[in-house]
């Protein structure tokens, strides 16, 4: 199984469940872990109860209420599986305090917008993720991105002193109308649709989906428009 981290201290649900679509409808068995503080995904995913759970929704499962990587595996015991069952792990990370119990990751992306209170949040983030290992390769993602006197290079001049490989470009949803509005009705349709959505934002992630899971464009085009037809 494939683990990666989406660190940043922003709204990313969205993101990841995008990504879990794509992956789900290419036939990859996709977890999409809400390892967020506020436990975020339980107001925009349904079926989702109080207690520990994982949820089938949209060809994807999300899993919510697990404190570290062992009480999902513990869970998944309980039902006659393994960690094996799946291929791909998403993790959503947004504090601190989560990273040391959902510290193993193949690949680990940084999403962040241009706020202060997330860049000054975000690189507390790093500072502790680095605290104890060398180079690592992080793929920076702007969300959303808006054109302003702060740009990426601010936030890398102040993780500098860090031993951080970043990935080769930064991949900019740039905020649009459209995909907010797209993004509403997939909340209350309790599905993930992407019709309505902009071109380059299916650009974008049909860029991370490869990245993550190294499917060819036959296949992800393929998964795009069944997700795009479905409403």
Not at 5 to 11: I, R
Not at 19 to 32: D, N, P, S
Not at 97 to 124: H, P
Request: with cysteine; glycine share 4%; hydrophobic share 40%.
């Amino acid at each position: 199984m494939k683990i990666i981290h989406f660190l940043g201290a922003c709204s990313k649900h969205e993101l990841l469940l995008y990504i879990g679509k794509l992956t789900g409808e290419m036939g990859i068995k996709t977890v999409v872990v809400d390892a967020t503080s506020n436990q975020n995904y339980k107001y925009v995913v349904p079926l989702i109860g109080e207690k520990m759970n994982i949820t089938e929704f949209d060809s994807f499962d999300v899993a919510f209420g697990f404190s570290q990587l062992d009480d999902l595996s513990k869970q998944l015991i309980q039902q006659d599986e393994n960690m094996n069952h799946y291929e791909l792990m998403l993790v959503d990370i947004d504090s601190i305090e989560q990273l040391s119990k959902w510290e193993t990751s193949e690949q680990t992306y940084l999403v962040t917008n241009f706020e202060r209170f997330t860049v000054r949040k975000n690189i507390e983030l790093l500072e502790n993720y680095f605290s104890n290992i060398g180079e690592r390769e992080v793929q920076p993602i702007i969300l959303p991105f808006i054109t302003c006197n702060i740009n990426f290079t601010d936030l890398e001049a102040e993780v500098a002193h860090l031993p951080i490989i970043w990935g080769e470009e930064v991949i900019e949803f740039w905020y649009d109308e459209r995909d907010y509005e797209a993004s509403v009705q997939n909340q209350y349709a309790n599905r993930i649709s992407f019709k309505g959505i902009t071109k380059q934002t299916k650009k974008n992630l049909l860029k991370l989906t490869t990245q993550i899971s190294g499917a060819n464009e036959k296949e992800l085009n393929k998964a795009i428009r069944k997700a795009t037809r479905r409403r």
